[in-house]
């Protein structure tokens, strides 16, 4: 059975890069026809998709976040990355990342990590 795990740094400076990790186990991140999604859920507000990287190394970006987001991954570590530039306090939020056969959504089949919570704070 396949589980994902966020880390990251929890509180991060306003204009910093925000840095996160997705370790997966049970499976491999170069499994044909999965998407390897980034979502956020800020507080008292909707999930928002951010991003996500397919079996192939493809990736995917929402447009209102595009510039300043990056997704990559480790297959030797079996892991992927996501990096958000110039952050301000409103990329408040918990950060997750799941596993899916769609995009955007991830739809009611995915596999989610249990969050983590960043803060963007001076």
């Known amino acids: 059975q396949v589980q994902l795990q966020e880390s990251g740094p929890g509180l991060v400076k306003p204009s910093q890069t925000l840095s996160l990790t997705c370790t997966v186990s049970g499976g491999s991140i170069t499994t044909n026809f999965y998407y390897w999604s980034w979502i956020r859920q800020p507080p008292g507000k909707g999930q928002e998709w951010m991003g996500a990287i397919g079996s192939s190394g493809s990736t995917y970006y929402s447009p209102s976040l595009k510039s300043r987001t990056s997704i990559s991954r480790d297959t030797s570590r079996n892991h992927f990355t996501l990096q958000l530039s110039s952050v301000t306090p409103e990329d408040t939020a918990v950060y997750y990342c799941?596993?899916?056969?769609?995009?955007?959504?991830?739809?009611?089949?995915?596999?989610w990590g249990q969050g983590t919570q960043i803060t963007v704070s001076s």
């Open positions: 799941a596993r899916a056969q769609s995009l955007e959504p991830p739809g009611p089949g995915a596999t």
